[in-house]
């Protein structure tokens, strides 16, 4: 790859390489070299987050440094990195991540209950010339407080005590953030299984779920969904998708990136990165409609199979969609 260090092999060897080595090999003072200035312009890596956004080197260290404080012990298992790009346009990953640690030290989540906690992450990456110049990030912090024994709303509900009350809380994500960045997706190949994906998440989302995943998911389709939550056949699929929509009936969702892999010597897979913008004004996941603008950052992997998705990875942070819910209705 044009302009990577020697090490690198291809750019999933650079992705787990350089995560590596910042978390497990307590290096993170190496985020200066890879989260520096854009290739072409001086302008800080934007971090996304459902938190909101940060720039540049120095609050990622910041942030590595207090997760690392919090979780010591935390693995960062590297499932799986979807890429496309290529040296003209530059290269973009998205890295699916199994962390495992334990609950020992008194922080964000309360005090130590010494719980085993196993939670993911999707992080997507723009990659030019050695770095990282533009970065998507969702938790699984569902999962999280889950584990610990804090139900998401009432951990989203003390957060926004914890900085202040509503007025001085902080923003999550929405689509008003301000966000300066010179990112352009790499231009795909039509008909690629990324589109495909893309198409069956547009028609769950917009036409018919039950459909949708009868005519597109294996009979034993595995769905690994937020919250640290597993299970198993196109029924549970189904409840999950209609679930989440009937909570946001009206929202606009929209297909923010998409990635894929068609190798001979893999299943094909895809990376899709999505959003749901609009009110909470119906029953599902999130509760009683709540009418509260709200904002959803999701990033979806799949695996297909002979007979249609058999593997299904759903990613966002319930506990930064019910602080949105919770700064309007107290």
């Known amino acids: 790859m044009k302009g990577f260090?020697?090490?690198?092999?291809?750019?999933?060897?650079?992705?787990?390489?350089?995560?590596?080595?910042?978390?497990?090999?307590?290096?993170?003072?190496?985020?200066?070299?890879?989260?520096?200035?854009?290739?072409?312009?001086?302008?800080?890596?934007?971090?996304?987050?459902?938190?909101?956004?940060?720039?540049?080197?120095?609050?990622?260290?910041?942030?590595?440094?207090?997760?690392?404080?919090?979780?010591?012990?935390?693995?960062?298992?590297?499932?799986?990195?979807?890429?496309?790009?290529?040296?003209?346009?530059?290269?973009?990953?998205?890295?699916?991540?199994?962390?495992?640690?334990?609950?020992?030290?008194?922080?964000?989540?309360?005090?130590?209950t010494g719980k085993k906690l196993y939670y993911r992450t999707i992080a997507d990456c723009a990659c030019m010339n050695n770095q990282v110049y533009d970065e998507w990030l969702v938790r699984d912090q569902g999962a999280i407080v889950r584990q610990i024994g804090i139900d998401p709303k009432v951990f989203a509900n003390n957060l926004i005590s914890q900085e202040g009350g509503p007025e001085k809380s902080s923003k999550p994500f929405d689509e008003n953030t301000p966000v300066k960045s010179i990112y352009t997706s790499p231009i795909l190949p039509s008909g690629n299984i990324g589109d495909k994906y893309a198409n069956i998440l547009t028609s769950i989302m917009n036409v018919t779920a039950e459909k949708t995943i009868n005519d597109n998911y294996d009979r034993s389709i595995q769905q690994f969904q937020p919250g640290g939550q597993l299970h198993y056949g196109r029924d549970e699929c189904i409840k999950f998708w209609k679930q989440l929509r009937s909570s946001f009936p009206d929202a606009l969702f929209t297909i923010e990136h998409v990635a894929f892999i068609e190798e001979e010597s893999q299943a094909k897979k895809a990376a899709i990165r999505w959003s749901l913008n609009g009110k909470h004004e119906g029953n599902g996941i999130f509760g009683q409609p709540s009418n509260a603008k709200i904002y959803v950052m999701g990033i979806n992997h799949v695996e297909f199979g002979s007979m249609g998705i058999k593997n299904e990875w759903v990613l966002y942070d319930e506990t930064m969609i019910w602080k949105q819910i919770l700064l309007k209705t107290g």
């Open 5 to 112: 260090d020697n090490q690198f092999k291809n750019l999933p060897d650079y992705i787990l390489k350089i995560t590596y080595q910042i978390w497990e090999n307590n290096d993170v003072e190496s985020i200066k070299k890879y989260y520096a200035d854009t290739p072409q312009v001086s302008l800080p890596t934007p971090t996304r987050s459902p938190g909101g956004v940060i720039y540049g080197a120095d609050p990622v260290i910041k942030s590595t440094k207090e997760s690392k404080k919090l979780f010591p012990d935390r693995t960062l298992l590297g499932e799986d990195v979807i890429w496309t790009g290529n040296d003209k346009e530059g290269y973009f990953s998205s890295h699916r991540i199994l962390s495992t640690s334990t609950h020992n030290n008194d922080g964000l989540y309360g005090e130590p």
